[in-house]
């Protein structure tokens, strides 16, 4: 789906018309109309205010251009219910809600992310623990929390 799309079926979805959606982000009803005809688009300021107001991530207001990926554990955040928040209650699209939360890093450092993960993922090929511990290191290395 195209923003258009999804900003007009966001509005409708919470029964908002143009014109309060408008003031809920502090813009013309006239914008509102130009986004969902697609003449013109948010600025980021705005994408942030629209993100709080549907409840759902920047990535998903734009129709998902960027396959997210946590930047602490490399997991898929392939739904906005996987992203982690910030104390506001804001997205941050950088990581996992299970690496970090309410503003801070569940794990302090590389060392116990990766004992984490020794112990808990399934290993089909039944790899020496320390095989298993070198590939999510040499993947972990790659991800910008950890660089």
């Known amino acids: 789906m195209e923003m258009r799309e999804i900003l007009k079926s966001l509005r409708i979805k919470?029964?908002?018309?143009q014109e309060q959606l408008a003031k809920r982000v502090m813009v013309a009803r006239q914008a509102v109309s130009r986004w969902e005809i697609?003449?013109?688009?948010p600025s980021t300021d705005t994408l942030k205010l629209l993100s709080r107001e549907?409840?759902?991530?920047?990535?998903t207001l734009l129709g998902s251009p960027r396959q997210l990926v946590c930047q602490c554990c490399g997991m898929?955040?392939?739904?906005?219910?996987?992203?982690?928040?910030?104390?506001?209650?804001s997205y941050n699209e950088d990581y996992c809600k299970w690496?970090?939360?309410d503003g801070a890093f569940a794990y302090k450092?590389?060392?116990?992310?990766?004992?984490?993960?020794?112990?808990?993922?399934?290993?089909?090929?039944n790899l020496p623990?320390?095989?298993?511990r070198n590939q999510f290191d040499a993947y972990l290395t790659q991800l910008k929390h950890w660089k």
């Open 129 to 132: 623990d320390e095989d298993r």
């Open 76 to 89: 898929p955040l392939n739904e906005d219910g996987l992203i982690s928040r910030e104390t506001d209650g």
């Open 54 to 59: 549907f409840d759902v991530s920047i990535n």
């Open 109 to 125: 450092s590389k060392d116990s992310l990766l004992d984490y993960l020794v112990s808990h993922m399934p290993n089909p090929d």
């Open 99 to 101: 690496c970090y939360a």
């Open 38 to 41: 697609g003449e013109t688009q």
């Open 14 to 17: 919470n029964n908002l018309t």
